[in-house]
């Protein structure tokens, strides 16, 4: 019974993990009134930045902090509505000389369901990528997104150890990158491209849920604005009552093309329906 219960709490807690970076509630879809709510903050750096275009320039000093709410609200059984809002301050610094900009980010909506009994948790997702911003004022200035509407269908599959406490999944998806814009604004051509994301975790004394959490972006195609790259990063989410929980997460890019190799850190307070 104690594994068992290990287990599960550690099933309960896996979707809440490392949201600042990748927004995801793995397989296990939320039923009908249930919810889960965080407010977080999260702050990355890096030696690059890309441009309105989308073209890579190095050599230069880049930070970005974000505020974001992200929610997960069940609508059926085995059908939930799921949403991250980001507001962002981003910098570059080139010696002396400094540009900023400030406001809301790409926001995600999107839907899944698990509509298979197929004897471990499993769904189906599709999201949207929605940039609530315009371009920005100069070539210099950090750009809040790629401007433009990403379109994405993942399958979702998980499961867990009960004798060990272990809980674990993985998601893959094709992702189109379109060229719609809310302004009517030109974007690049960007390439469409496989996505994944991965994250195995540890229920540790019964209380605290530790993780490890990778995600990646392939394109298609070979180009020289299409960013591909692997991020790699731990996470904790540690209960302070039954309800409400304390979370941390934080991430490496090992690899990158056409984007920046920089590493965050984040850090937020997530509420979530009764047992």
């Given amino acids: 019974m104690r594994n068992v219960f290990r287990l599960s709490a550690a099933l309960l807690f896996c979707a809440a993990l490392l949201v600042s970076s990748t927004a995801s509630a793995g397989p296990w879809t939320k039923d009908t009134g249930e919810y889960y709510v965080k407010i977080g903050e999260s702050a990355y750096q890096a030696n690059a930045f890309r441009t309105p275009e989308g073209f890579l320039v190095t050599g230069v000093d880049y930070f970005s902090a974000t505020t974001y709410l992200y929610a997960e609200l069940g609508l059926l059984d085995g059908v939930h509505l799921q949403s991250y809002v980001p507001v962002m301050f981003a910098r570059n610094r080139f010696g002396t000389q400094s540009y900023s900009d400030f406001g809301p980010g790409d926001m995600n909506l999107a839907l899944q369901a698990s509509p ?8 189906l997702r599709l999201e949207a990528k929605l940039p609530l911003y315009g371009r920005p004022d100069g070539d210099l200035t ?21 004798e060990l406490g272990i809980y674990f999944y993985a998601d893959i998806g094709y992702q189109h990158r379109s060229s719609w814009t809310f302004d009517g604004t030109e974007v ?3 390439s469409d491209g496989f996505v994944y994301q991965a994250q195995v975790g540890y229920n540790l004394f019964d209380t605290a849920t530790v993780a490890l959490t990778s995600s990646a972006v392939f394109p298609l195609s070979d180009d020289l604005i299409s960013k591909s790259y692997l991020t790699v990063g731990p996470s904790i989410f540690f209960p302070i009552t039954e309800r409400i929980a304390l979370e941390a997460d934080g991430y490496l890019t090992p690899f990158s093309r056409n984007s920046a190799a920089g590493w965050a850190v984040g850090l937020g307070v997530s509420v979530r329906s009764p047992d």
């Fill in 116 to 123: 298979l009994d197929l004897g471990v948790p499993t769904s």
């Fill in 142 to 162: 950090p750009a809040r997104g790629d401007q433009q509407v990403d379109l994405t269908l993942w399958l979702s599959a998980g499961g867990g150890l009960h």
């Fill in 188 to 190: 690049g051509d960007f």
